[in-house]
């Protein structure tokens, strides 16, 4: 018998290349022992083609299946032909179990049966048809569908059965993978030879003189651009025929479009050529914060390779990004399961030029985040890189376990590595798991056997002390102290650990004398940083001890005035100073008091002094790029001198400064307060002014651009809506829909409609679906008493009618005759306060549709 089957209307002018990806289908799907099979790749791949030319050129032809069952949970398309948005929503045919179960019996011409309960009517589709059938089922876009209760029937319902039907088979489409197919077939754009084909033969049927009239090489370059991806060809010659150029396609491909109605910087960056925002934003937007900063470190990697840089492996991957093994790997595999990036069989991550032209263009911190990269990678290359060894990829492994608090794990696999890697850093770790699990004589030995082999690592004797001393086997902890510190060259960090056993001891004698003699130890060496760490701690302690004694702050004072001397920061010497000073009035030390004071006044005309020249340090800052540093310092400076008419000039210099740096940071909240903290100097800056200004604009811009977001996004729901609800006072006929039109004496819609559907790729839309809002304002006042008349029940239907006649007005009201495009400029002319009460307007009159719907529906 014939294959019964409902096939939608062909997806595609001409079918192109592919055959190994037909083979493949055949090998893995109908000769092999699996029941399911996908095809995976990015939007625009060709996935939805293949497997329709899969189903209709070879399956039916063979009538080796009864059934042949196609659902598609496909929302959006894409129409290169289009001169408003190219990407446009459509409602999917399934979504879940029952959709599934009803597509079958409607194939199967059992329709009677798809009122019935869903558990009767699965049970029928089950033990009737997917258990003695030929079945061959596709799910078409299965990446838009969330429902587990569909996987797990696919999963394991569904395995089940094909058990016991081996002719039971099911071959989905996805731009990612779902987890439920053992066999992914993973395809890329065409060889070169079928693309070149397909643009030759598309500009053929639309006579595109530019591609008909080049060389082959030009061509070539041109698919290129789009990766050879059936859908960007199309796109391609849409737009050709649409008027423009081959140099326009070519820089909106690179991510650089039209910018021509784009207001300020940030909306430039958001226009992308519809092809890639098609292909790869709805993916992008479902990963997580850490998967995306994973993609862009890839995209940073890739754009910016030379010829010395090491391949973007895992390993690099692993350093540069600081994330852990199993953090990372989570992350690539989502990347990779979402198409968006490729592994190659050398184990290096790479990207499409598409998916970099998206991320660089579409996303605001890439370009910080670029700098940020290349700076770290070059470092690396600089410094010799060396991917991870075993060891440290081992123990990345084990440190995941003890995250997750699997410390038994995690020593039984320590001890296990030993036997083939009895390295210094397994036996520190191990010693790390022992302690925290309390077995303290194994971790001793261990940290001792790990001292043994690396004996200059102070992270292993810090470890070790530090579980003595807090066992309370504080001699112990003194002991190893010495050892360490010897073995380590009197490593700061050991150094304060035994400062602090003995304040712990309250030994301050001696800790007095052990700080003093390795503070001269440091200086005869210039140790400075070690030095002041030491210093700090010291005069820590012994702050903290005049406060809780209130004895007499002899050693504070000389620990202060020490460091004092060595700070290099003056903010941080004034502060020490001012310190000093209040224990010296607390105290009645007046020798210490006028010392303080005459140190605390150098210092502060010191600062005044230095103004002119830390303006240059902070110009030099700035004009290094150095912004962080800058902002701080701008930030000192006017702390110091704002209200000091004398340094005005100076003020203005360092406030213009950090405006300038907030500002192109996007920081505009922050641009506005801190102008108007230091409103009295800012106003007398014109440059500052501009800054402010332009921050007050920018802030506006923003807010303005969020609200007519939302206003549009309801106004394409209503659009949605409304088409549903006039199809429904029709009857779903459109031939009544064209009957009305043309008795209003519209007949002109219809022929935009047709034109517009004409040189759209799919054939398969209502012509309402390219109907805009004007049309079905019109259209919504002549079918009001067709959608009332369906409505039995009086009480609803008054209510009803109240509500259309609300819609009707409002849409009258505020939808002038014009596209959307013309809609949105006219909302960019209103001020905030109008667009709020335009919002509100539009999702009350969203939510009265709504309303309406619910009231039919019910």
Avoid at 1 to 23: C, V, W
Avoid at 227 to 246: D, H, V
Avoid at 602 to 610: F, G, P, Q, T, V
């Amino acid at each position: 018998m014939a294959t019964e089957h409902n096939l939608p209307p062909q997806p595609y002018k001409k079918f192109f290349g592919r055959q190994d990806s037909i083979n493949k289908i055949m090998e893995t799907l109908i000769e092999g022992g699996t029941f399911i099979a996908s095809i995976d790749g990015v939007g625009g791949i060709g996935k939805t083609a293949l497997a329709y030319y899969f189903c209709k050129e070879i399956l039916l032809p063979s009538n080796r299946f009864d059934y042949l069952i196609w659902l598609t949970a496909k929302e959006t398309v894409f129409d290169p032909f289009s001169r408003d948005l190219m990407i446009k929503t459509i409602r999917s045919s399934f979504g879940g179990i029952e959709e599934l179960i009803d597509t079958i019996l409607s194939v199967i011409k059992f329709e009677e049966l798809m009122d019935k309960p869903l558990e009767e009517k699965k049970k029928f589709v089950e033990d009737e048809v997917l258990k003695s059938e030929k079945v061959f089922i596709v799910l078409d876009n299965l990446e838009s569908i969330e429902d587990d209760q569909f996987f797990d029937y696919i999963r394991q319902d569904f395995n089940k059965l094909a058990a016991k039907n081996r002719f039971l088979k099911v071959l989905t489409t996805s731009r990612k993978r779902k987890k439920i197919a053992d066999f992914p077939i993973e395809i890329e754009g065409l060889a070169i030879e079928d693309a070149l084909k397909m643009l030759k033969y598309l500009a053929s049927e639309y006579n595109i003189k530019d591609i008909l009239n080049a060389t082959d090489h030009d061509n070539i370059i041109l698919i290129e651009k789009v990766g050879r991806i059936p859908l960007g060809i199309e796109f391609i010659i849409g737009q050709m025929a649409l008027g423009k150029s081959r140099g326009q396609i070519y820089n909106e491909l690179q991510g650089y479009p039209s910018l021509e109605n784009a207001k300020s910087e940030s909306e430039k960056r958001k226009i992308l050529s519809d092809i890639i925002l098609f292909s790869f934003k709805d993916m992008y937007e479902t990963l997580t914060h850490e998967q995306q900063y994973v993609f862009k470190v890839i995209t940073a990697l890739v754009r910016n390779r030379t010829k010395s840089d090491p391949p973007v492996s895992f390993e690099l991957l692993m350093t540069i990004t600081g994330y852990k093994k199993q953090e990372l790997e989570n992350c690539l595999e989502s990347l990779i399961d979402n198409n968006l990036v490729t592994i190659t069989k050398d184990n290096e991550y790479v990207i499409s030029q598409m998916a970099i032209n998206f991320v660089k263009q579409y996303y605001d911190d890439f370009g910080e985040i670029e700098d940020e990269i290349v700076e770290k990678k070059n470092k690396i290359v600089k410094g010799g890189y060396k991917a991870l060894d075993k060891v440290e990829l081992f123990l990345n492994s084990i440190r995941e376990l003890i995250d997750n608090n699997r410390f038994e794990e995690a020593e039984t696999k320590l001890l296990d590595a030993l036997d083939v890697m009895p390295d210094p850093r397994i036996y520190f770790e191990l010693a790390k798991v022992q302690k925290t699990l309390s077995k303290f004589l194994k971790a001793e030995d261990n940290f001792r056997i790990a001292s043994e082999l690396n004996p200059t690592n102070a992270k292993i004797w810090f470890e070790w002390i530090n579980m003595e001393d807090n066992r309370g086997r504080h001699n112990i902890a003194l002991q190893l102290t010495e050892k360490a510190i010897e073995k380590t060259n009197n490593d700061v960090s050991l150094v304060l650990q035994r400062i602090n056993i003995l304040k712990f001891r309250r030994q301050f004698d001696q800790l007095r004398e052990e700080v003093k003699r390795y503070l001269e130890i440091y200086d005869k060496e210039e140790r400075q940083d070690d030095h002041l760490r030491l210093l700090r701690n010291w005069r820590n302690i012994e702050y903290n001890l005049f406060k809780e004694t209130s004895s007499q702050p002899e050693h504070y004072f000389e620990a202060v005035e020490m460091l004092i001397e060595k700070e290099s920061d003056i903010e941080t010497k004034i502060q020490l100073c001012r310190e000093a000073l209040k224990i010296s009035n607390k105290t009645g030390r007046v020798d210490k008091k006028r010392s303080f004071e005459r140190k605390l006044k150098n210092l502060e005309d010191k600062a005044i002094r230095d103004i002119p020249s830390r303006i240059k340090n902070l110009n030099k800052l700035f004009n290094d790029k150095n912004y962080d540093e800058a902002k701080k310092e701008a930030r000192k400076i006017l702390n110091w001198i704002y209200e000091d008419e004398e340094y005005e000039e100076y003020s203005k210099n360092a406030l213009r400064v950090l405006l300038q740096i907030l500002s192109s940071e996007k920081d505009y909240d922050r641009v506005i307060l801190t102008f108007e903290d230091y409103k009295h100097i800012g106003f007398k800056d014109k440059n500052c002014i501009d800054v402010y200004e332009k921050a007050q604009k920018q802030k506006k811009l923003e807010e303005t651009r969020e609200i007519i977001s939302k206003i549009m996004l309801n106004i394409q729901e209503c659009e949605l809506k409304l088409r549903q609800l006039v199809m429904w006072s029709l009857d779903n006929k459109e031939e009544k829909l064209l009957e009305l039109v043309r008795s209003k004496d519209k007949s002109e819609w219809i022929d935009q409609w047709q034109l517009t559907k004409n040189k759209a790729l799919k054939k398969d839309e209502a012509l309402i679906h390219y109907s805009d809002l004007s049309h079905l304002r019109s259209i919504l006042s002549w079918v009001k008493s067709e959608i009332t008349n369906k409505i039995q029940d009086n009480s609803k239907k008054n209510q009803i009618r109240e509500l259309l006649n609300y819609t009707v007005v409002y849409l009258e009201k505020y939808i002038s005759q014009e596209r959307n495009e013309s809609f949105h400029s006219r909302l960019q002319l209103y001020e905030i306060e109008e667009l709020d009460n335009f919002l509100v307007d539009t999702r009350r009159t969203l939510e009265t549709i709504n309303k309406i719907m619910e009231l039919i529906e019910h």
